[in-house]
């Protein structure tokens, strides 16, 4: 187990720089979660971590050691990919002992490791067959047997159940998290989706545009998001949003409604505010509520659980979910009245300013 | 409801029907196809089982295949031993030598990364266009300049360099369609280059290699112009242009010819039987995952 220490990373391909300075500090045994949308470079930062892409400038260490310069196998990481990247012309067994074979590792302690990995991992009775006679979540699990008989470092996922089915992506995902926790291994795990990275992380790291745009708990992520983007991102349902300026009451909207401020900001320049408000933070209020935004229902969304509801009001589309069931009709007039601690506020750069 | 049905009922048996229909036209011309193909092939060992006059008097009727005169006297009496091997070591070599240089050549032109790559690919491409019967006079000095003339070593250099080009592109092609996740699983795995070419890459491209093998090997034992400009001494020919001396100028032994013929189609008959199920899944490789 090592910590992971990301100093100043760039990369560009030709003139285009896709990563564009990034600083990342992972502790020993954490499980840390890169996420963003595509095109952001977190693959490219796996990739680079894994030492499969080249460091146009900046400096990755593991551990004590600085590894811009070393080859990815003496790295001491395991990684397992999107594709699964099983060798096909092998068997289970085959797969996962190839790189204990190609280190010299004795036959007997090879298969005691293959076995030891099968066992925690269940794949002890498909060890004979080879990738194309398996389902997808058995070859995601060889997948991670082979990393595991490895005893790395640290463990790179790149986007690993992205191509698994919705339930069984739920069912995996809890079993890497309990995989982690039982070898607590220093684990870098891409995603692009953030309920995965949400319910599995120790850490977050919010990419985009090859920027870091915040680091942090997942909770601390969605109470206090740093700017629009984290705020947009982080939840599902995302974040409402409705723009406004700041007046004697509190945030007027160009509706002329104006919703109450738990503090006041102080302001420089102009008084232009973004008011952000999760949709389970909304609740539904009768037309005309002293604080409430006046809203259309547009679409219905009953889940069980919880109802959504899209309304349509004069500073665009705003997403709620509900607790309890209503029966509303679309067009019919309601009123939507966020929690007031609950409200986020950003400035026109986008960037958070401290409410509360 | 039985009404409503009716008429799409029909016409879903009239469509199977049809399908059904062009597949009875299809088998039947295939099996036309055959006796077309095979035709020439059962005259050729029958014959080989006759002496010259029963040919004449008989030419389609069963041989008595106990009569193996023939082949004793091809194998005992010329130097039909000597071809054929000439002809194995000839084919066997020049085929391993494509199959090496051109899976090399191919990976790297799939795999890494460079500007001369696509200049590597189009040379070589540019082989394929190339007709190198046209080039036999300067191939001929270039053989003679590096002492290479009348041994088996000028066909094999010869034939090697004729199937490279398309040897590279058909591995270039393959190469390039797996993923490269694979190897970056091998880098991190802890494998050399060499070693993913040999362990990962090699067992893989299987199909392909066949495909280049085969297509590559028939024209090579066929071939009778190299051998005819380049060789010389009896010891160095190779089976096509060893045939030819069966046939005399005022009398041939048909028998002996057909006999020849028939040990010098074998090998490479049994070579296309044996890797068809190779040769076929190269060819519709990609075309189910």
Known sequence: MANVSIRDIKKSFGPVSIIKGVDVDIEDGEFVILVGPSGCGKSTLLRMIAGLEDITSGEIRIGPRVVNDVPPKDRDIAM???????????????????????????????????????????????????????????????????AIVRDPQVFLFDEPLSNLDAKLRVAMRAEIKELHQRLKTTTIYVTHDQIEAMTMADKIVVMHDGVVEQIGAPLELYDRPANRFVAGFIGSPSMNFIDGHLDA???????????????RPALSSDNKLTYGIRPEHLELAAPGTAGAIPATVSVVEPTGADTTLIAKTEGGSVTAVLRERFHLKPG????????????????????????? | ?????????????????????????????LILNSFVMLYPVVVM??????????????????????????????????????????????????????????????????????????????????????????????????LRDLSLLDSRWSLIVTYTAIGLPSAVFIMAGFLRSLPSELEDAARIDGA???????????????????????????PIWNDFFFPLVFIQTDSAKTLPQGLTTFMGEYTTDWGMLFAGLTIAAAPITLLYIALSRQFIQGMTAGAVK
């Open chain 2, 45 to 142: 060992v029958f014959s080989a089982f006759k002496s010259t006059g029963e040919i004449f008097e008989h030419p389609f009727a069963l041989p008595d295949f106990t009569q193996v005169q023939n082949f004793a006297r091809v194998l005992g009496e010329t130097s039909m031993p000597t071809y054929f091997l000439n002809s194995i070591v000839v084919t066997g070599v020049s085929i391993l030598l494509i199959l090496l240089l051109g899976t090399m050549a191919g990976y790297a032109v799939a795999r890494y990364e460079s500007r001369t790559n696509t200049v590597v690919l189009l040379f070589f491409l540019a082989g394929l266009m190339l007709p190198l019967k046209l080039a036999v006079i300067p191939l001929f000095i270039l």
């Open chain 1, 80 to 146: 397992v990919f999107q594709s699964y990247a099983l060798y096909p012309h092998m068997t289970v067994a085959e797969n996962m002992a190839f790189s204990l074979k190609l280190k010299g590792v004795p036959q007997a302690e090879q298969k005691k490791r293959v076995s030891d990995a099968a066992t925690s991992l269940g794949l002890t009775p498909l060890l004979d067959r080879y990738p194309r006679q398996l389902s997808g979540g058995q070859r995601q699990r060889v997948a991670m047997g082979r």
């Open chain 2, 1 to 29: 409801m039985t009404i409503a049905f009716a008429p799409s009922t029909v016409a879903a048996r009239s469509s199977e029907t049809r399908a059904m229909s062009f597949a009875f036209l299809a088998q039947i011309i």
């Open chain 2, 192 to 218: 050399s280059e060499p070693r993913i070419m040999w362990s990962v890459m090699l067992p893989l491209a299987r199909p392909p290699m066949a495909i280049a093998a085969i297509q590559n090997a028939v």
């Open chain 1, 332 to 356: 019919e007039a309601v009123a939507l009245k966020p929690a007031i601690h609950k409200a986020h506020l950003f400035d026109s750069a986008g960037i958070r300013v401290s409410s509360n």
């Open chain 1, 249 to 263: 009451g509190g945030l007027a909207l160009p509706s002329g409604t104006v919703l109450p401020l738990q503090v």
